[in-house]
């Protein structure tokens, strides 16, 4: 099926391992997000991408690194995880600026 | 720091009544204005956007732009159980990427 699709939709590990959270989508869509959702704090960028190889900090990317070598992945790699990184995960894209952005189904990390 | 305010709720309606529901935004060089509707454990969908000062209708959902008063509204009409959730609002100026509000928690009574 055609859309954007987020895996695992759940994760626990542990403090100071690396985890990567795989985001796929096939709209050939130019733009790709990243974003953290925290009760309290809402929505917030962690990394955005406009097109394969350009990639930019939103407002929160320490800890967290980037690639899109391809225009439809978009992973989202946490080097060494932290307690402060349980939330939940969310990419989106878009085809354009500006237009709406559509989301994957989230996924869940917890790190203990 | 660009800032989109909303006030978080939860905001209590009869079913049937107009929900209103609220949103401020700090830049005012501000261009494109969306609203989100999330479910609790969805991921957000958009209901609507609105680029330009007046009144965007599509079907029980208003969006109601003022750009001098650097606020964004969304009227839902005959409001339903079903309307219950979080709806975010989500502003963005220029190149800069889209800045969420915390959301506004919706509650609709049956």
């Known amino acids: 099926d055609a859309g954007i699709t987020q895996s695992p939709r759940y994760k626990i590990t542990e403090t100071g391992r690396q985890v990567t959270l795989m985001c796929h989508q096939t709209w050939s869509h130019s733009y790709m997000f990243w974003y953290r959702q925290d009760l309290g704090h809402g929505l917030r960028l962690i990394y955005y991408?406009?097109?394969?190889?350009?990639?930019d900090k939103g407002e929160v990317p320490d800890g967290y690194v980037v690639s899109r070598s391809k225009t439809e992945n978009f992973p989202l790699t946490l080097e060494s995880a932290t307690r402060s990184q349980t939330s939940v995960y969310f990419c989106?894209?878009?085809?354009?600026?500006?237009?709406?952005?559509?989301f994957g189904n989230g996924t869940r990390l917890t790190v203990t | 720091q660009k800032e989109v305010e909303q006030n978080s709720g939860p905001l209590s309606v009869p079913e049937g009544a107009i929900a209103s529901l609220n949103c401020t935004y700090s830049d005012r060089g501000s261009q494109s204005f969306f609203w989100y509707r999330q479910y609790s454990g969805k991921s957000p969908e958009l209901i609507m956007f609105?680029?330009?000062?007046g009144d965007k209708e599509d079907g029980r959902f208003t969006a109601q732009l003022n750009k001098a008063s650097q606020y964004v509204s969304l009227l839902i009409r005959d409001s339903q159980p079903s309307d219950s959730a979080t709806y975010l609002c989500?502003?963005?100026?220029?190149?800069?990427?889209?800045?969420f509000g915390k959301g506004t928690r919706l509650s609709v009574i049956a």
């Open positions: 991408s406009a097109a394969a190889d350009i990639t």
């Open positions: 609105i680029y330009s000062n």
């Open positions: 989500a502003v963005k100026a220029g190149n800069t990427p889209l800045v």
């Open positions: 989106a894209s878009s085809d354009g600026d500006p237009s709406p952005l559509h």
